[in-house]
C-alpha cells in the first residue's frame, strides 16, 4: 500500500468519478451539476495521466511517452470551453424562470 | 526500499481530495462547492505534480482553480441567489437511488481494475523504481510537450482555437440582453 501502483491511482480517479456521478443524480442546483461534470473530467485526467506514467516506467524507451499528456490539454481546453457555454445557458435560463433549479425547468416533462 | 515519501504524499493528497469532492456534493451553499472545488484542484495537482506531469499541475492551478472557478463565483455573484432560492427539494428516495447507482458504479469500476491482467502487470510508479533512462527522466517537460505537441498534433491545437472561438461567440450570444428565447421559441427583442 505505501507504494504507488497504476490500480491504486485508477481507484482513486474512479472514486471522485462516483461521487460527480451521485452529485448529478441527487442535486437540483445546476452550478453544483456543472462542478459535478469538472469532478468528472479531472478524475478522466488522472487516469491518463496514471497509464502515462506506468508506460515509461515499464519500458526505458518509452514510444509516445507525452501522448497522454497532450490528451489531457486537449481535455482540459474543452473543459475550459464547456464551463464558459455551460454557465451562459445557466444565465440565460435563470434570466428567462429566474430559477437555478433543473427541478423546476420542467419544460421536456412528458 | 519498503517504501517511498512520494506515494504517501500522493495518498494524502488523494485523501483530500476525496474528502473535498464530498462536500461539493453536499453543501447547499453553491460557493462553499466553489471554495472546496478549488482546494479540490490544488490536491490533484499536487497528484499530477508526483506522477512526473509538473506542467499539467501547473496548468491545473492556473486554468480551473484560477479561470474555471473565478468564473464560477461570478455567476454565482451575478445570480445573487437568496437562501430560499437556493433550496432544494431532494427526496430521500433519490438520495438512496443515487447513492446506490454511485456506490454499484465504482464496486464495477473497482472489480474491473483489480481483475484486469494489464493493469496488475503494471511496475511500480514510486520514483525510486523508474528507469534512469534520458527518454523517462525527460518525458513530461514543459519542452518535451511542446515539441510533441507543436510537431505531430499541430491539426488538433488549431481545431481546438476554433473551438474555444465558437465557445465564446456562443457563450456572448446566450448572455446578450434582450435576446433571451422565450416560450414558443422564437426571438424577442
Same mark, same amino acid.
Given at each position: ?12 480517479? $474512479?472514486? /471522485? ?32 495521466? !496514471?497509464? !502515462? ?5 515499464? @519500458? ?10 497532450? =490528451? ?9 470551453? %464547456? ?23 420542467? #419544460?421536456?416533462?412528458? | 526500499?519498503? %517504501? $517511498? ?22 453543501? +447547499?451553499?453553491?460557493?462553499? @462547492? ?5 482546494? =479540490? ?8 505534480? /508526483? ?13 480551473? !482553480? ?15 441567489? +437568496? ?5 432544494? %427539494?431532494?427526496?430521500?428516495?433519490? +438520495?438512496?437511488? $443515487?447513492? /446506490? ?24 510508479? $514510486?520514483?525510486? =523504481? ?28 488549431? #481545431?481546438? @482555437? ?14 446578450? +440582453? ?12
Amino acid at each position: 500500500m505505501t507504494e504507488l501502483t497504476l490500480d491504486n491511482v485508477l481507484l482513486i480517479a $474512479s472514486a /471522485i468519478f462516483c461521487v460527480g456521478v451521485y452529485g448529478i443524480l441527487s442535486r437540483q442546483n445546476i452550478i453544483v451539476i456543472l462542478m459535478c461534470v469538472e469532478l468528472m473530467l479531472n478524475s478522466a485526467n488522472m487516469v491518463l495521466v !496514471g497509464f !502515462g506514467r506506468a508506460a515509461i516506467a515499464s @519500458s526505458p524507451t518509452p514510444a509516445s511517452p507525452n501522448m497522454p499528456q497532450i =490528451f489531457v490539454i486537449m481535455i482540459l481546453a474543452v473543459a475550459a470551453a %464547456e464551463a464558459g457555454v455551460g454557465l451562459a445557458i445557466l444565465l440565460a435560463v435563470f434570466r428567462k424562470w429566474r430559477t437555478t433549479n433543473a427541478g423546476e425547468l420542467h #419544460l421536456l416533462n412528458g | 526500499m519498503p %517504501e $517511498s515519501i512520494d506515494a504517501i504524499v500522493f495518498y494524502l493528497s488523494a485523501i483530500v481530495a476525496v474528502v473535498c469532492s464530498a462536500v461539493i456534493v453536499t453543501r +447547499k451553499n453553491p460557493v462553499y @462547492s466553489a471554495v472546496f472545488m478549488v482546494l =479540490f484542484f490544488i490536491a490533484w495537482a499536487l497528484n499530477f505534480l /508526483i506522477l512526473r506531469a509538473p506542467f499539467l499541475a501547473v496548468i491545473q492551478v492556473l486554468v480551473y !482553480g484560477g479561470a474555471i472557478m473565478v468564473l464560477y463565483l461570478f455567476v454565482i455573484m451575478l445570480l445573487n441567489l +437568496k437562501p430560499e432560492e437556493i433550496k432544494e %427539494e431532494v427526496t430521500t428516495q433519490r +438520495k438512496v437511488l $443515487s447513492a /446506490i447507482a454511485s456506490v454499484g458504479l465504482f464496486i464495477l469500476l473497482a472489480w474491473a481494475i483489480r481483475t484486469s491482467p494489464k493493469v496488475n502487470d503494471a511496475p511500480i510508479l $514510486s520514483n525510486s =523504481f523508474l528507469p534512469d533512462t534520458p527518454a523517462v527522466t525527460e518525458a513530461g517537460s514543459l519542452e518535451a510537450i511542446a515539441m510533441e505537441l507543436f510537431e505531430e498534433h499541430g491539426l488538433a491545437f488549431e #481545431l481546438t @482555437s476554433i473551438l474555444i472561438l465558437i465557445a465564446i461567440i456562443g457563450a456572448i450570444y446566450l448572455t446578450k +440582453k434582450g435576446k433571451a428565447l422565450s416560450h414558443d421559441g422564437t426571438h424577442t427583442g
